[in-house]
């Protein structure tokens, strides 16, 4: 142990005496740091970790691969090894006392950057200090280990300069220390993952973004952890006293054994294609960060209150302040300016009734039926259209969950989803039809995603237990026998939705019914739902029920859309095609398939127009009466049916309760703060106050004088990110 400290106090002296050493290991990155922050506009807050993130993988390979690898190479270059070789030591007191030097030469650096960035520019501290700690630490030696097997396996010390900068430049480059990695070409992304700093960088900014603990990046701390003992190991078996002793050739290729761990993480990522997915979640949050004010603009709230002149401050990724008349000096708050004069911001817009695996329209391309595509689609169009939430009800579940997941990792951009389903309801009754005529091979699977055909209660609910298990947010049941030619079904027995709905209020999810007349409705409110779907679009909802409904705070989805444009459908009248929003998020191919069938009168059915008009005006009278009673109200577009396309179908959507007499601001509020409350999140998203989700819609004119113009989209902000709407059908 003696000969331990004394090598490491010999070795911490001589390094202290190097200006040079202090200069790069603590002004420089101090420089880099500042002039990073400043020169990209870092502002104050969260985002300013990327760049903390960024000059600490920085210092961490030059400390390792030139502090450790350089140095010990210039040491047997200059002889000085040579006097060790006499005395009764051996190579590992030496390597290790390198090894813990540039360890602790390093951690200063680590918390003054972390203090510099909180105190100067407000970086939250990190949650989890010692992970941070840990995974510095672990770097740091990794890199040394690295370092000191360059320095073995070179001869001299052009060979070393060459050796460091071949794994240095890099590193440095396609790590995405200095370029966030998602902005690279693919391949650059799938090489970097070979790369031990790659590792580094996307465990810091997970620590920093995601709150992430060691245990969140236990491959990549095994892999560091196990660079370091091989490194060291090789390194040892390798050590040469002086310059004379050359190394052989094939002994240089030790090199490859120390990054083995890379190798087989970075095999296993090309694929995987999981590093993909992560680093553009990681770029997510930093789009996310940062602050912005949104000034000058007619604010409304979400609960019908109105701010005609005012200004909201986004940070990080929330609603810091929302402000009444002329807000406080932008530079004051380091924060951008976005200009909202003669413009309205609204919080993001959240449809309550959504099918993501049909695309809304008509097609020959198999591709435009394929829920790997189409589902992803539709969430980027939802939220193109400023709809950053959606129910989807009904669709396969584990696509959905995936999907999901997928948008709250940020890993993908679309619309924050709620799973509600699959569907409840009887053999041979509505939405069983879907399955009905497909191939024997493939029914079961897709039976067992969409379905759920309870025979006895108990089934029914240990069939809900099992969905909670999954983690969907809700629960649907279908209460219909349909009408008319075609279009009857058997009734979901109420035995058994009364036993699904009770064991959905014990699993705490909310039960979403769908109905078509004023008995399903009745019998919807009976067995406790949360949400009637539909409601009755072929008999007038009795007042009584209504009354209870407002009573009991059952919610009211009318789907208005859907019934206009089934009777558009089946009328042969393809006038939804020509909206501007529908050409901006459908396939051009779609469109053309759909407006040649519908324009053909192939699916043209003289009898169902009728039918469905009938139907749109019985649900429009319904919809007033339900608001006149005190219903509470919430809007769902049911797109993904025929000519239901989504995103502008929720603006169509709006357009229609207010022709059928709800007040644009009973209307916006179904569209915004009630449907959060029916999804039970309420405390994130719906309205403009300080400490909610950024989910904001800004949109050029007034709406509460003329609805149409939310279709005008200015900007769409989505968990602080300003979306560029144009890249979101450009996601792979």
């Known amino acids: 142990m003696r000969v331990y400290l004394a090598l490491f106090k010999s070795n ?3 390094t202290l005496r190097d200006r040079g050493v202090l200069f790069f290991n603590y002004l420089f990155p101090l420089i880099f740091f500042f002039g990073f922050a400043e020169l990209f506009n870092a502002g104050v807050g969260a985002g300013v970790a990327y760049f903390v993130s960024t000059v600490l993988v920085m210092g961490i390979l030059g400390n390792g691969l030139w502090g450790a690898g350089m140095r010990s190479v210039q040491e047997r270059e200059a002889n000085i090894l040579r006097r060790f070789k006499v005395t009764p030591i051996s190579p590992l007191p030496i390597l290790v006392a390198a090894m813990i030097g540039g360890w602790l030469l390093f951690l200063p650096m680590l918390f003054l950057l972390v203090g510099l960035a909180h105190f100067i520019y407000a970086m939250p501290m990190p949650q989890n200090w010692f992970s941070l700690f840990l995974m510095a630490s672990l770097g740091v030696f990794a890199m040394r280990a690295i370092g000191l097997i360059l320095a073995a396996v070179t001869n001299t010390m052009a060979e070393a300069t060459i050796a460091i900068q071949s794994v240095y430049m890099p590193m440095l480059f396609l790590s995405g220390a200095t370029v966030p990695a998602a902005m690279l070409p693919k391949w650059a992304q799938t090489l970097a993952q070979f790369m031990p700093a790659s590792y580094l960088v996307s465990g810091f900014q997970g620590i920093f973004f995601r709150h992430q603990n060691l245990w969140d990046n236990a491959p990549a701390v095994a892999a560091l952890l196990l660079t370091t003992v091989l490194g060291l190991f090789l390194a040892m078996q390798l050590f040469r006293w002086e310059k004379e002793e050359k190394i052989r050739p094939r002994n240089k290729l030790w090199v490859v054994a120390v990054l083995a761990p890379f190798v087989v993480m970075g095999t296993w990522q090309s694929y995987s294609k999981e590093h993909l997915g992560n680093n553009a979640a990681l770029f997510r949050d930093l789009q996310r960060s940062g602050a912005f004010l949104i000034r000058n603009t007619r604010v409304f709230i979400g609960d019908g209150k109105v701010i005609e002149n005012g200004a909201v401050l986004v940070r990080d990724g929330k609603i810091a302040a929302v402000y009444e008349g002329a807000a406080p000096d932008p530079d004051r708050l380091k924060a951008e300016i976005v200009e909202g004069a003669g413009k309205t911001l609204l919080p993001g817009l959240i449809d309550a009734h959504v099918h993501l695996a049909a695309s809304g329209g008509i097609s020959t391309d198999s591709r435009d039926y394929d829920v790997e595509k189409t589902m992803p689609h539709a969430a980027a169009a939802l939220l193109y259209s400023g709809v950053t939430a959606a129910r989807s009800v009904g669709d396969g579940l584990d696509a959905s969950l995936k999907l999901r997941k997928s948008i709250a990792d940020g890993a993908k951009l679309g619309s924050q989803l709620f799973v509600c389903g699959p569907m409840f309801t009887a053999e041979g009754g509505h939405g069983a039809e879907f399955v009905e005529h497909l191939p024997a091979a493939i029914k079961d699977t897709v039976k067992a995603q969409l379905l759920r055909t309870p025979k006895t209660p108990e089934e029914a609910r240990l069939q809900v237990r099992e969905l909670k298990a999954k983690g969907v947010d809700g629960i649907k049941a279908i209460l219909e026998a349909g009408w008319g030619d075609g279009m009857l079904y058997d009734r979901l027995d109420l035995l058994l939705v009364r036993a699904v709905s009770e064991e959905a209020r014990a699993q705490h999810l909310p039960l979403a019914t769908h109905t078509g007349d004023a008995r399903d409705v009745a019998d919807a409110v009976e067995i406790g739902s949360a949400s009637v779907e539909h409601g009755s679009w072929r008999d007038e909802i009795p007042a ?24 558009l459908y089946f009328g042969g009248k393809p006038d939804v095609l020509n909206h501007s929003l529908v050409q901006q998020v459908v396939s051009a191919r779609l469109l053309k398939g759909t407006r040649e069938f519908v324009t053909s009168g192939k699916g043209a059915d003289a009898a169902k127009a009728e039918l469905f008009q009938h139907a749109l005006a019985t649900a429009r009278a319904n919809l007033l009466r339900a608001w006149k009673a005190g219903v509470p109200l919430v809007m769902g577009s049911d797109s993904g049916n025929p000519m239901v396309f989504h995103g502008p179908s929720l603006h169509h959507e709006l357009q229609l309760w ?18 959060a409350k029916l999804l039970g999140a309420a405390q994130r998203i719906g309205a403009i106050r300080p400490g909610m989700d950024a989910d904001l819609l800004l949109v050029d004119g007034n709406p509460l004088q003329e609805i149409a113009a939310t279709e005008r989209i200015s900007l769409v902000v989505f968990k602080g990110e300003r979306i560029r709407r144009a890249a979101l059908f450009e996601q792979k």
């Open 12 to 14: 911490m002296r001589l």
């Open 544 to 567: 009584p029920l209504l009354e209870r409904m407002a009573r009991e705070g059952v919610y009211l989805d009318p789907t208005l859309a859907v019934a206009e444009a089934y009777a």
């Open 658 to 675: 207010v022709a059928a007499g709800i007040p644009v601001t009973v209307a916006l509020q179904a569209a915004t703060v009630n449907a």
